[in-house]
C-alpha cells in the first residue's frame, strides 16, 4: 500500500519501499502522512523527528514509545480526530447489529466525550460486532481515568495496525499476541 502522499522518490536503492519514502521526505510530509494514523501532532513530529528508521519494526517500536508517552492533551487530540469505521458487517441481520452499535456509541461519547476507539484488527470479521458491543458495554461502566488508559492503549493499537498496513506490512497490533 503506498504512501497516501506524493512522497519524494528516494535516491538509489528501491524506490517503492514506503519506509525509504518516509525516510526520506520532508519533515512536513512525513508528519502529514504520519497523521492519518494518529491525530496526534506530537506523536507524529516525534515519529517524523527521529527518521531514519532502520526497518519497519524499528518504526512501530518507537510508534508504541511515542504512543505511551502521550499526555492528556495529546490523547484528546488524537482522539477526536476518530471517527467510526466502516460497517463491521453486512448482511440480513446488520441493519439490528449498527442499530445497536449507534445507540452504544451515542451513550458512550456522552459519557466520555470522544468516540469510542477498538482495535479490532486481529480478529475475524465474524466476530467483529459482537466484540464491539461487549467492549462498549464493558467500557461503558468506566470511570474517566479507567477508560482513558483503556481507549490511549486502543488508540496505540489502532496506530500501529495503520503505520504497518501504510507501509505495506502486517497489521500485527499486538506483538504479544500469537
Known sequence: MPLPLPLPTPRGGAPDSPLRRLNDA??????????TCCGSARWAHRLAAHRPYPDVEALLAA???????????????????????????EGPSALAAHTALRAAHAAYEARFGHTFVVCLD????????????????????HDEDTERAVAAEELRRLARGRLARLLGAAPRTDPARP
Open 122 to 141: 486481529d480478529c475475524r470479521a465474524e466476530e467483529r460486532v459482537d466484540l464491539a458491543l461487549v467492549g462498549l458495554r464493558t467500557r461503558l461502566v
Open 63 to 89: 510508534a508504541d514509545e511515542a504512543s505511551y508517552d502521550m499526555t492528556h492533551t495529546d490523547l484528546a487530540e488524537a482522539l477526536a480526530g476518530e471517527r467510526v469505521d466502516q460497517p463491521l458487517t
Open 26 to 35: 520532508s519533515v512536513r510530509d512525513a508528519e502529514r502522512a504520519l497523521l
